[in-house]
């Protein structure tokens, strides 16, 4: 009859505390692969978006928007505010046949309110980079707010798909505690604490300004406002996603023991 050792059950049990120190409670509360068209956003001018085929991350779809110089580039995503505090959101964008110029890839806001994050590109560098006002509100009450820009030294302006990925956690009331991290082309098996692709980390970061003018972002627009001398560039999204903290990653299988013995 065959007997197993006890360090057996104990590798059992190794493999499942590894395996179960994987699970992340993050929920999904938001994807658009564009496959169904555009019918989740708003657009200011609905002429130059398109479900498009030209270029394409996944599926058979990507949503194209022409750069017309109207500022009518502007498609709106309402968003509720997580529970938990937190939002992460990650889509892949292309960028194609745009003169040398600067634009906004994206934006968060508090709508009424002087909120908001920016995703834009530099002139001349081309480097990605992201910028927050933190008042949380227009009213004189919650002070004025101020402005840090984080960039990336992240060269995007190069017709090629590229991942984009931003963590906010929202600081407490009137503290200087929030935390801001983006990342830049990570592949979905690296570590989110990989430096070679977490571009931005820093968790000194004031969004919120005072209790009484509590606001969290709850509209996103991918892309904002682009320049007029970007024509005839387009931009191209795909695989837009939110979650409520950071999403699980794949889980990574321990070693075995090497001394294991089956003993008959």
């Not at 978006?49 to 309402?78: I, P």
């Amino acid at each position: 009859m065959m007997t197993i050792r006890p360090f057996f059950w104990l590798m059992i049990i190794y493999v499942l505390l590894a395996f179960g120190s994987q699970v992340n409670a993050a929920e999904r509360i938001f994807f658009d692969g564009f496959e169904n068209g555009l019918d989740h956003w708003n657009m200011d001018d609905p002429g130059i978006h398109w479900q498009s085929r030209e270029f394409v991350h996944s599926g058979l779809y990507a949503h194209k928007v022409q750069n017309s110089g109207s500022l009518g580039e502007n498609a709106f995503l309402d968003i509720e505010s997580p529970v938990s505090r937190k939002i992460y959101l990650s889509f892949w964008w292309l960028l194609a046949n745009a003169s040398d110029t600067s634009g906004k890839l994206g934006i968060f806001t508090v709508p009424g309110t002087g909120a908001r994050m920016e995703i834009w590109w530099r002139t001349g560098s081309h480097g990605l980079a992201v910028q927050h006002s933190d008042a949380a509100s227009a009213s004189p009450e919650c002070g004025a707010g101020t402005s840090r820009v984080h960039d990336t030294h992240t060269v995007i302006f190069d017709s090629r798909w590229h991942h984009f990925e931003i963590f906010i956690e929202y600081n407490t009331p009137g503290v200087d505690n929030g935390r801001l991290r983006v990342w830049i082309d990570r592949p979905t098996s690296a570590s989110f604490a990989d430096p070679a692709y977490l571009k931005v980390d820093h968790d000194d970061v004031l969004y919120i300004n005072e209790d009484r003018c509590e606001r969290y972002y709850s509209s996103l627009s991918l892309p904002e406002n682009l320049d007029a001398g970007m024509k005839p560039g387009a931009l191209y999204y795909d695989d837009v996603e939110i979650w409520d903290d950071l999403p699980p990653q794949p889980p990574v299988a321990p070693r075995a023991p090497t001394n294991l013995r089956i003993v008959q």
